[in-house]
């Protein structure tokens, strides 16, 4: 078991650009799931797949960011036309599926800085 | 839908001494319950968890929980901190749609 694991772990880039960001989940793991950071707060919920299928959206998930699981293994996010206050930490977590709610592993995380 | 409140958002402790992470859950069926920590710059590991049977749960590092109902609370103890427990420790609560809320956080410093 290596664990969830999330790259890059640290980008800088200035508004406007665009970045994308990788998690490969714990491998039997069919559920994975994407959360923002913010400093001083708790992780906040922007989406989730099963497989390949993107299941939920939080409304935090504005247009500008899009979230991918082509093959039901790995995730890219991308933020586009990034701004000043998407500055945080985007952390990846799986899970497995057997029914109900079950336990959501972490990767480390990528820290966002948007100058 | 679920939320979690954490009411101290920063506690102190000398090493040694016990203690206890107050969280409060509102969710209108049983809830999954979650106890996380994480140092800094890291990712979150799972402490313990609640999903049924036994109140009082046991997780890693000689942490544990009970989850009382009545009091809609899944207080964080140790009865003797070390100073390596120093981190950021976050309660959560997921319901029956897999979507999980975590609360703001409570940070722990070790006094020696």
């Known amino acids: 078991d290596t664990g969830v694991s999330q790259d890059p772990r640290h980008k800088i880039t200035k508004r406007g650009q665009n970045v994308t960001f990788r998690c490969d989940p714990i491998?039997?793991?069919?559920?994975l799931y994407w959360y923002r950071q913010t400093l001083g707060q708790g992780p906040e919920f922007l989406t989730y797949?099963?497989?390949?299928?993107?299941?939920?959206k939080s409304r935090l998930l504005s247009d500008r960011f899009s979230a991918e699981r082509p093959k039901g293994s790995f995730s890219t996010l991308e933020i586009q036309r990034t701004e000043q206050g998407d500055s945080a930490m985007y952390l990846c977590?799986?899970?497995?599926?057997?029914?109900?709610?079950?336990?959501?592993?972490f990767g480390p995380g990528t820290r966002l800085l948007v100058l | 839908a679920q939320s979690v409140t954490q009411p101290d958002i920063h506690i102190t402790v000398s090493e040694g001494a016990s203690l206890e992470l107050r969280c409060n859950y509102s969710?209108?069926?049983?809830?999954?319950l979650f106890w996380y920590v994480q140092s800094p710059g890291q990712g979150l590991q799972l402490l313990l968890k609640?999903?049924?049977?036994?109140?009082l749960v046991q997780g890693i590092k000689g942490f544990e929980a009970e989850f009382k109902r009545s009091q809609s609370s899944f207080n964080l103890r140790k009865p003797s901190v070390h100073w390596s427990d120093a981190a950021e420790y976050f309660c959560?609560?997921?319901?029956?749609?897999?979507?999980?809320?975590f609360g703001a956080g409570t940070r722990l410093t070790v006094k020696p």
């Open positions: 491998s039997e793991h069919n559920r």
């Open positions: 797949f099963q497989n390949e299928a993107q299941l939920e």
């Open positions: 977590a799986s899970s497995p599926v057997y029914s109900g709610q079950e336990t959501q592993y």
């Open positions: 969710y209108g069926a049983t809830p999954y």
């Open positions: 609640y999903f049924s049977g036994d109140t």
């Open positions: 959560a609560v997921g319901g029956d749609n897999n979507d999980m809320r």
